[in-house]
């Protein structure tokens, strides 16, 4: 072998082992945007808490993250088949849920709410009876409006499910619903950005977590130290200022 072939071998070589080196990891992190100030979209990108978090992790812990924006009720089928590697979804850690998927700590609380159109004279009675309540597809205020208002016979007019919440939204601001229940942190924001109210809130004491794959500990490992570091070293507070 000549010269000239042993010095391009070895510097592909070098080439090699140093992009092993260099290249991070990337996670693709599922999310559902529509969920502010969590995930939503602005100037078409997915931004908000939950990518942020997920981003701060990754420079922690030398990882890059890829946002797929799908429907909430697809995340976990999603994780399953490997199509993402990562929920971030304002996901509220269940024991259903727990059968099927790995959650990190929970890094934020939150009840639901009940929200209506701003010149609506309805209160918490829009739960009760004939009313139109819309929720998002398999949320844990979808359940509790399920188990608690509707199979209990407290509501008898119709649950309308959504992909997203802002079509959700939508169909409050236009009168297509009466009320519609979701997580506090986002019946706020939503209230202040949106012609809705809160009228009332349930109590249902959620936490959210970040979910991987069962059995995935090495990358849920650094998901969890990731969190802990973050709160110790303030980036969580500054995140928490900077989105509510
Ligand atoms: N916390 C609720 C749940 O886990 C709602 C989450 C909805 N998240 C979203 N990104 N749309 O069911």
Redesign the pocket.
């Known amino acids: 072998m000549s010269l000239k072939k042993n010095i391009v071998f070895a510097i592909i070589g070098l080439f090699v082992l140093f992009s092993g080196f260099v290249m991070a990891e990337t996670y693709v992190v599922g999310?559902?945007?529509?969920?502010p100030p969590?995930?939503y979209v602005e100037n078409g990108e997915v931004v908000g808490f939950d990518i942020d978090l997920l981003r701060e992790i990754g420079k922690l812990k030398g990882f890059d993250i890829e946002v797929k924006d799908i429907s909430?009720d697809s995340l976990i089928a999603a994780l399953k088949s490997g199509n993402i590697d990562i929920i971030a979804?304002?996901?509220?850690i269940?024991d259903a849920r727990k059968e099927v998927v790995d959650f990190s700590i929970p890094y934020y609380s939150?009840n639901q709410s009940v929200i209506v159109q701003n010149d609506s004279d309805d209160d918490i009675t829009v739960l009760f009876g004939n009313h139109k309540i819309g929720v998002?597809t398999?949320?844990?205020?979808?359940l509790w409006v399920t188990e608690t208002l509707k199979d209990k016979g407290i509501l008898t007019g119709e649950i309308k499910r959504y992909d997203?919440?802002v079509y959700v939204i939508n169909d409050l601001v236009n009168g297509n619903l009466d009320g519609v229940v979701?997580?506090t942190p986002v019946a706020k924001r939503y209230s202040e950005i949106k012609p809705v109210n809160i009228v009332a809130e349930i109590i249902t004491g959620?936490e959210?977590g970040i979910a991987v794959n069962k059995g995935n500990t090495e990358l849920m490992n650094k998901i969890n130290e990731g969190i802990e570091e973050l709160i110790e070293n303030g980036t969580m507070d500054q995140l928490i200022a900077k989105y509510f």
């Open positions: 999310t559902s945007a529509g969920f969590f995930e909430f979804a304002g996901m509220t269940t939150a998002q398999g949320t844990t205020g979808d997203t919440f979701l997580d959620e959210y």
